[in-house]
């Protein structure tokens, strides 16, 4: 599976942005996809995943929404009500199996590229 992150950019706090990340391969359904983040000078967390359901880390519930369509082999980041803390670069990631309680990056096997996401205050 190869993976493409894109739609980062420059947002003012309160601001919304969609992230995307298109895959390439098959069964792209069969992946769990996530997308973690990595702000200058710390290390890379998780952000959400998605299979047939859904899962936040707590800082991005109610304001983020992860979202796929099986049919475009893509999976979104919604992002609203953005925070300055919010900002940084935002990968895609994919894995085998059906769990998306998994919040390890070394759980996933295929990453996207990253896209950077400023917030500004």
């Known amino acids: 599976v190869q993976l493409q992150a894109f739609g980062g950019g420059l947002v003012q706090a309160g601001g919304s942005l969609r992230l995307s990340c298109a895959a390439s391969g098959r069964s792209f359904g069969e992946y769990v996809m996530g997308w973690f983040r990595q702000a200058p000078g710390k290390e890379r967390e998780f952000v959400a995943s998605?299979?047939?359901?859904?899962y936040y880390t707590d800082s991005v519930k109610g304001r983020f929404t992860i979202s796929r369509d099986n049919d475009k082999n893509t999976v979104y980041l919604q992002m609203n009500s953005l925070k300055p803390e919010d900002t940084a670069v935002y990968y895609c990631a994919a894995r085998r199996g059906y769990s998306i309680w998994e919040v390890r990056t070394t759980a996933y096997n295929y990453w996207g590229q990253g896209t950077e996401l400023t917030v500004s205050s």
């Open positions: 998605i299979r047939a359901n859904t």
